[in-house]
């Protein structure tokens, strides 16, 4: 098998929530998620509204970007936009912020890959210049 450095398809941003902070943080690599302003906590994906509150008292807050592995798995089976990218290990990981986000795991092992194990975020290239969090072993 061939070494390709292949990027992945660029997210639609904007569809139902204004997404736009998150991905002018991204450009500069900085990992900003919603955080609800009644409780403090931090949520991801991105909603209209609070999931503790049902409010729209919401704000985009910097991520300190660290966390650790909570389950994980190896994508073997090609599928649309993964040329090159195969096997993919992907993973949940619990921020240490106390939020999950389904994340690729990238610049490491995958037989390094373990529950628990810590993890930083890396960031993985889009195809259209964009970058998308990703993380890697720490």
């Known amino acids: 098998m061939s070494e390709t450095t292949a990027t992945r398809p660029a997210p639609k941003p904007n569809v139902y ?33 609070s999931l503790y509150t049902g409010s729209r008292n919401l ?7 660290r966390g650790t592995i909570y389950t994980h ?9 993964m040329e ?13 912020e106390g939020v999950r986000m389904i994340v690729n795991i990238v610049e490491s092992d995958p037989e ?13 290239p889009l195809e259209d210049g964009n970058f998308y969090p990703a993380f890697k072993l720490v």
């Open 17 to 49: 929530v204004d997404t736009s902070p998150f991905w002018e943080a991204a450009a500069r690599k900085e990992l900003v998620l919603q955080q609800c302003q009644d409780t403090g906590r931090f949520q991801h994906y991105p909603r209209p509204v």
């Open 59 to 65: 704000a985009w807050k910097p991520v300190s970007g």
């Open 73 to 81: 798995t190896t994508v073997r089976i090609p599928g649309p936009g």
């Open 84 to 96: 090159g990218r195969i096997p993919l290990p992907v993973a949940t990981v619990e921020l240490d």
């Open 112 to 124: 390094a890959i373990k529950v628990g194990a810590r993890v930083e975020v890396a960031w993985d």
